[in-house]
C-alpha cells in the first residue's frame, strides 16, 4: 500500500486535501485542467504550512513531494487513495469515475468531496463501485479534521475499514455515515440555518453581521466543544435529558418557523446580502480573513487539546500515532543514545505561540522547556501512572537565556542534558535549537516531591536506576555554555 | 443609578445572571420560591467563581452581596436591573410583572430571559410597558456574552441606551433586536438544527453522539469565531460573495428538507434520544460535564482574545473598560507611589493556566512575568505606539524562583521593582504574590533593540526619562531577597 494520493480537481478543497496528505509525509499527485490550478493550490499550500505544523506538539513527518500531471492517468499511477474534488455536476463526475476507475490501481479507494450526490449516484453505473466513497471534508480541510464517510451495501467492510485507516493517518475523524442521505449530515443542519438566516436578511430582521455575532457570541461558542446534544444534557441539569426534552416538545408544535418556505433568490436579495457582508467584513482582504480564521482555529484547537476534549481530543490521538510512528522522541533511551544530549522536544511552532509580529513569545519559551522537563520526567518513568501514586517533580528555579528569535511554522527541538541526577534533585540544562541555530537555553532545578506532603521525597520505581543511568552517562558530556550563570552575569 | 440586581427566579439561567452580576461587584437580591433556590444558585455561583474571574486579565471589582429575599418587593427595592427567569408560561410571566411594577423603581430596567415570548407579549396590559426589555442570554451566562436585547416602540431611546451600558458592564454583548420575532435570532437557529437533528435520529440516520461529533469537529468550530456568513465569504474566495451565493441558489430549490414537517414527539423517540444520550455521555456526572465545558469555553475564549477575535475582542474590549474603571493596574505613577514597588498585574489565575491537579502551571510563571514586563514597558512609553516606529525591549535572560503553589481562580499580583534602567538595559525583579504569599520571583534583563536591525539601539520618546525616574527612585528601595541568584545557589 503506497502512501501516494491523487487529488483530481484543485480549488480550495482540492487544494486543502493535497496540503493534509503532504504534510502528513505522502506524496501527492494532482489533475486539474484549470490553468490556474497551480497558484491557486499553492495558495492554499502555504496557509496549510504556517498553520498545520504546529497543531501538533510532536514533528510532522517530512512533507511530501507535489507533483502536477497533464493526465488523469499519471496522477493516479500507484496512488492508494484518489480524491475526487470536481465541480458539482452529477455528470462531469460520472466521467471523471469513467476515466478514473480505467486508470487507477484496483485497490484505490476513490472518495468524493461532493456535499451534493450520494455514493449510489456515483456508483451508478461504474465498472466497480465499490471503490467509490464519499469522503466529504469541511473548509479549511488542512485544518478540521471531520470528514463525513458515507458508504453502501457496494462497498466491502475491507475498504470501508481501509479508508477510516487512511482518513485517520492524515489526522481526520472518519465519521462513518451507514445510511446515505442528500447532504450528509452536516450539511444538512448548515442548510437549515441558511435558510432561516435568508428570512432574517430578508425581512430586515437582522443584519449578516447580526446573524453572526448571534452565533459566534453564544451558541457558535458551544458547538465548537459539544454538540446539540451534549449541551442539551449538561443544561438539563439534575432533571436530566427527559425532563429537558419535554420541556422542548411543545415548542415543536408552534407555527413560528418558515424554513420549508425558501426565499426567493433575486438579485435584490443577493445584492442586499452582499453589500451587508462587505459592510461586516471587507476591511480584510480575503486572504487576511483567511489568516485570521486559521489563527483562531488553532488557538482554540489547542485550547481544546489542553483539555483532552473534542476536536483536542482527536489532535492528541493522532500525536500519539505520530510518535509511536516516528520515534522522534525517545522512550528510555538505550546505553549508546546515553552519550549525547537526549531530544525532549520536536516539533513546529504553533500559531499560538507567536506574536502579531511573527516571532515566538517570550513565554512560550518556558512552555518549550517545561514540555521538555515533562518529557524527561516520563523518560525516567515519572509518568502519569507513576504521579498518581502520588510522587512528582517541582521545579523549584529556572534560568533562561533568550539567544535568538525563533518564527511561527519554525522547526524546533530541545536537547537535554542531566547534570544531576542523584537523590530527590533534578537538575536538567535544555537547548531549544532552530535548525543549527541555537535559540535559547533553559537550566531547571526540580525537586521530588510527595503530592500528600508537598515535601521533598526520595522518588521510588523505576526512576532511581534511571536517574542514575542518565546521571552517569551524561556526567562524561562536555560541559554546555550557561550553566550557572544569573541574570546579568558577563558574557 | 444604582448598582443593584434583583434577580427574579433563579435555576441555571437566573442563577447564572447572578452569578456574573456578583462577580462584575453588582450587589444582587435575589427572589425565588423555589425552597432549593439557594442550592441550586449556589452551584451555578461555584461554577461561575471558578471560571468567569480568570477570563480577564485584570481583576474583577470584589463581589457583590448575595442576599435571598422572601418577598418580591424587598428583592426589587433600589434595584436598577431587574431580570425575570421564570418558567415559560405567559399567564405566569404576566402576574410577575404585575408585581414588579408595582414594587420596583420606576427607572429600573426589567429584562426579560424569556426564549419564547416577544416583549410585546410582556408589555402589554402593563401600568408602564417602556421599562420591560428582553434580555435573553445563553448558557452558561456567567461565560458567553451574547444577550439578545429585543425592544419595541414603547421602549424609550434612554431606556435602550441604559439598557445596553448595563449590559456591557457586566461584560455582555448586547444584540439588538428591533424587529421582534418569535424566538429572536439565535434561537431559530437552534430550533432548525434541532428539528433536523430530530429527524436524523428519528430515521436512524444518525445517533446522538454522531450529530454532536458532526458539529464539534467540524462547522462547530468554525462558528465559534466566524458565524454563517463571514465562513462563507472567506470561502467564497477571490471570486467573491455574490459568485459564492451564486452557487447556493440551486441548493434551496432542492426538495431534500423535512424541515417544516415537524416529527412527533413520541415517549419511544424521547426515549430513543435519551438512551443515546446516555451512551454517549454518561460516563460523566452532570457537574462533571459543566466543569469540562466551562474549562472548555475558557480556552477558547482566551485563544481569541489573544487573537482579539471574535468573543476574544470583546473580552478584551470588557477588560479594558474594568482597567480605566478600577486604575487598579497603574499608567505611569506619580512621585509618591514610586517610592514602592510599581503593581504591573492583577488578575485571578484563568482555569488554562492550571494543570489537571488546579495547580498553575510552571509554564504560566513566565506568562505572568511576561505580563508584567508587558505592562512596565507600556507604563515607561513602550506602547504599541512606540514599537510601531520601530523600537523594542528583548528579553536576554529571566531567573525565576518558583516559591509556592498557586490554585486556579486565585487572585494574584505582581509587584515590580527595576533594579537597573539606565542606557539601553531594562533590568527588572518582579514579585508574584497571591495575597500574602511569595508565590515566585522573575529577575530579567531586556535590552532596548531596533526592530529594524534586530540590534541594540537607544530608547527614544518619553522612555528615558521615565526610566530614569523609576531608576532613581527605586535605588532607594530595598534589595529583595533572590536578585542574581543562579540555578542551584545555597538559600
Excluded at 497533464?70 to 465541480?87: C, K, M, N, R
Excluded at 500515532?321 to 544530549?341: E, H, S, Y
Aim: hydrophobic share 40%.
Amino acid at each position: 500500500m503506497s502512501n501516494i494520493a491523487a487529488i483530481i480537481g484543485g480549488g480550495v478543497i482540492g487544494g486543502g486535501w493535497a496540503a493534509r496528505f503532504a504534510l502528513m509525509g505522502w506524496q501527492v499527485r494532482i489533475f486539474d485542467p484549470d490553468p490556474e490550478a497551480e497558484r491557486k493550490i499553492g495558495e492554499v499550500l502555504d496557509n496549510a504550512r504556517r498553520s498545520l505544523p504546529g497543531l501538533s506538539d510532536t514533528a510532522l513527518p517530512a512533507e511530501g513531494a507535489i507533483t502536477f500531471h497533464a493526465e488523469l492517468a499519471d496522477a493516479v499511477a500507484g496512488a492508494s487513495w484518489i480524491q475526487e474534488s470536481v465541480p458539482e455536476r452529477l455528470e462531469l463526475k460520472q466521467k471523471v469515475y469513467a476515466s478514473l476507475l480505467a486508470a487507477a490501481p484496483s485497490d484505490a479507494i476513490i472518495g468524493s468531496s461532493t456535499s451534493g450526490f450520494k455514493p449510489s449516484e456515483l456508483q451508478e453505473g461504474t465498472s466497480n463501485p465499490g471503490q467509490i466513497v464519499v469522503a466529504h471534508p469541511f473548509n479549511p480541510v488542512y485544518l478540521l479534521p471531520l470528514a463525513e464517510l458515507v458508504t453502501t451495501a457496494a462497498n466491502s467492510a475491507e475498504t470501508i475499514a481501509r479508508a477510516q485507516q487512511i482518513l485517520r493517518a492524515i489526522g481526520m475523524y472518519p465519521l462513518h455515515v451507514k445510511k446515505e442521505i442528500d447532504a450528509h449530515i452536516a450539511d444538512r443542519f448548515l442548510e437549515a440555518v441558511w435558510r432561516e438566516a435568508l428570512w432574517l436578511v430578508k425581512d430586515g430582521i437582522a443584519s449578516t453581521e447580526e446573524i453572526d455575532d448571534a452565533i459566534r457570541y453564544g451558541f457558535g461558542l458551544r458547538w465548537a466543544q459539544m454538540g446539540l446534544f451534549e449541551t442539551y444534557r449538561v443544561a438539563g441539569g439534575e432533571a436530566g435529558m427527559k425532563h429537558f426534552m419535554a420541556q422542548f416538545g411543545p415548542a415543536l408544535k408552534w407555527p413560528w418557523t418558515k424554513l420549508m418556505d425558501v426565499p426567493e433568490f433575486t438579485d435584490e436579495l443577493v445584492d442586499l446580502i452582499a453589500g451587508q457582508s462587505d459592510a461586516q467584513s471587507g476591511q480584510y482582504s480575503i486572504r487576511e480573513l483567511e489568516r485570521i480564521r486559521d489563527n483562531n482555529l488553532v488557538g482554540m484547537m489547542r485550547a481544546l487539546k489542553h483539555q483532552d476534549y473534542g476536536a483536542g481530543a482527536l489532535l492528541n490521538e493522532t500525536d500519539k500515532g505520530l510518535r509511536d510512528q516516528n520515534g522522534t522522541v525517545q522512550d528510555f533511551p538505550d546505553i549508546d543514545d546515553l552519550t549525547k544530549p537526549i531530544e525532549t522536544v520536536s516539533r513546529a511552532v504553533p500559531l499560538d505561540w507567536t506574536d502579531y509580529n511573527g516571532h515566538m513569545n517570550e513565554a512560550k519559551y518556558l512552555q518549550a522547556f517545561g514540555d521538555a522537563t515533562d518529557r524527561f520526567m516520563w523518560i525516567v518513568g515519572c509518568d502519569a501512572e507513576y504521579i498518581a501514586t502520588g510522587g512528582s517533580y517541582f521545579t523549584a528555579e529556572t534560568h533562561i537565556r533568550h539567544l535568538d528569535e525563533i518564527q511561527a511554522g519554525e522547526r524546533i527541538r530541545v536537547e537535554t542534558i542531566c547534570l544531576n541526577g542523584q537523590g530527590k534533585k533534578m537538575h536538567l540544562f535544555h537547548q531549544l535549537w532552530a535548525g543549527d541555530r541555537l535559540c535559547a537555553s533553559g537550566e531547571h532545578i526540580l525537586i521530588h516531591v510527595s503530592l500528600e506532603t508537598r515535601r521533598p521525597s526520595e522518588p521510588t520505581g523505576v526512576i532511581p536506576q534511571r536517574m542514575a543511568a542518565i546521571h552517569d552517562a551524561h556526567a562524561a558530556l562536555e560541559r554546555p555554555e550557561g550553566v550557572g550563570r544569573y541574570v546579568g552575569a558577563p558574557r
